[in-house]
Nanobody, 116 residues
Framework: QVQLVESGGGLVQVGGSLRLSCAAS????????MGWYRQAPQRQREWVAT???????NHADAVKGRFTIARGNAKYTMHLQMNSLKPEDTAVYYC??????????WGQGTQVTVSS
C-alpha cells in the first residue's frame, strides 16, 4: 500500500509564496516519478507539475516561471515552491505517484488560498 502526505498549504496574499511538501511511503514504483495536481471549486482537477526519477521537470503553462517542483533530500519526498501567487491559484493541491502495482496513488490534499 502507498501513502502520500501533503503539507504546507495555507492562506497567503496575492504575490506571496508558499512551499508545499509531499512524502510518499509504501511499495512505490521503481521509477517513482511524482507530480502535483490541483482542484479549484467547481472545476476539474488539473495537472501542475511533474518530476521524474532522474530529476527532469515539467510545469503547466499556468504556473511556469512561478512554481518549481523539486525532489526533497529524503527519498520519496518532493516540494512545490510557489511564488507570485494569484487568486486563480486557489485550490486543493494533491501529490501523486505510482505504486509498484502500477496504480496511481494520491494524497489527501492541502488547501491553498490566495486572497486579493
Amino acid at each position: 500500500q502507498v501513502q502520500l502526505v501533503e503539507s504546507g498549504g495555507g492562506l497567503v496574499q496575492v504575490g506571496g509564496s508558499l512551499r508545499l511538501s509531499c512524502a510518499a511511503s509504501g511499495r512505490l514504483s521503481s521509477t517513482y516519478a511524482m507530480g502535483w495536481y490541483r482542484q479549484a471549486p467547481q472545476r476539474q482537477r488539473e495537472w501542475v507539475a511533474t518530476i521524474s526519477n532522474s530529476g527532469n521537470t515539467n510545469h503547466a503553462d499556468a504556473v511556469k516561471g512561478r512554481f518549481t517542483i523539486a525532489r526533497g533530500n529524503a527519498k520519496y519526498t518532493m516540494h512545490l515552491q510557489m511564488n507570485s501567487l494569484k487568486p486563480e491559484d486557489t485550490a486543493v493541491y494533491y501529490c501523486t505517484t505510482m505504486g509498484a502495482d502500477g496504480n496511481d496513488y494520491w494524497g489527501q490534499g492541502t488547501q491553498v488560498t490566495v486572497s486579493s
